[in-house]
Every structure is written in structure tokens, then in C-alpha cells.
């Protein structure tokens, strides 16, 4: 069984930063490409940010490039969300998600496994 436990959520100013976190249980995390989705009250939950399971390439959505850095560490299992510049549409539930290296990173259905996420808040 896989866990995902997100962390590092909160409330900031617009144009602040935060830092999430994703601890992943499980020996095989390496394997895993991973993403970040976010779903804000009464939208969809979209793509954010994907992770190839080496960290070799990246994807972001349009919304978030160059504001928001993804990263992983294979060593202590975790995957890391790096937002700057926030904007008050960047609220939502922020949620960390697994999948055996299928090639595909923007929709929902293609990850297997999904942390509990974490709220952030921007003001304005």
C-alpha cells in the first residue's frame, strides 16, 4: 500500500511563497512519476505540475510556469512543489499524486495513488 501525506500548506500574502511537501511510503518510490493537482470550491481538480520518476523532465500547466518549481528527492522519498509569485487563484486543495511511469502527467486518471492535500490560501 502507498501513502502520500502532503504538508506545508497555509495561508500567505499575494506574491508570497510556500514550500509543499509529499512523503511517500513504499521502496519502489524511485519508480513513480509523480504530480501536483489543485481543485479550488466548485472547479475541477487540474494539473498542475508532473515529475518523471528520475527528475528528468518536468511539466507544468500554463498557469503555474514560472512561478512553480517541482522537485524530488529519491533519497528521502518525497516530492516537492516550490510556489512563488502567488496569486489569489493559485487557492485551492493541493494534492500530491503517484503513478508507475505510464508517460502521461496532466489528468487525474492517469496517477493511482493521491495524498489527502493541503490547503492553500492566498489574500489579496
Known amino acids: 500500500q502507498v501513502q502520500l501525506v502532503e504538508s506545508g500548506g497555509g495561508l500567505v500574502q499575494a506574491g508570497g511563497s510556500l514550500r509543499l511537501s509529499c512523503a511517500t511510503s513504499?521502496?519502489?518510490?524511485?519508480?513513480?512519476?509523480m504530480g501536483w493537482f489543485r481543485q479550488a470550491p466548485g472547479k475541477e481538480r487540474e494539473f498542475v505540475a508532473g515529475?518523471?520518476?528520475?527528475?528528468?523532465?518536468?511539466y507544468y500547466a500554463d498557469s503555474v510556469k514560472g512561478r512553480f518549481t517541482i522537485s524530488r528527492d529519491n533519497g528521502k522519498n518525497t516530492v516537492y512543489l516550490q510556489m512563488n509569485s502567488l496569486k489569489p487563484e493559485d487557492t485551492a486543495v493541493y494534492y500530491c499524486?503517484?503513478?508507475?511511469?505510464?508517460?502521461?502527467?496532466?489528468?487525474?486518471?492517469?496517477?493511482?495513488?493521491w495524498g489527502q492535500g493541503t490547503q492553500v490560501t492566498v489574500s489579496s
Open positions: 513504499g521502496r519502489t518510490f524511485s519508480s513513480y512519476a
Open positions: 515529475i518523471r520518476w528520475d527528475g528528468g523532465r518536468t
Open positions: 499524486a503517484g503513478q508507475y511511469s505510464s508517460g502521461r502527467y496532466y489528468y487525474p486518471e492517469d496517477y493511482k495513488y
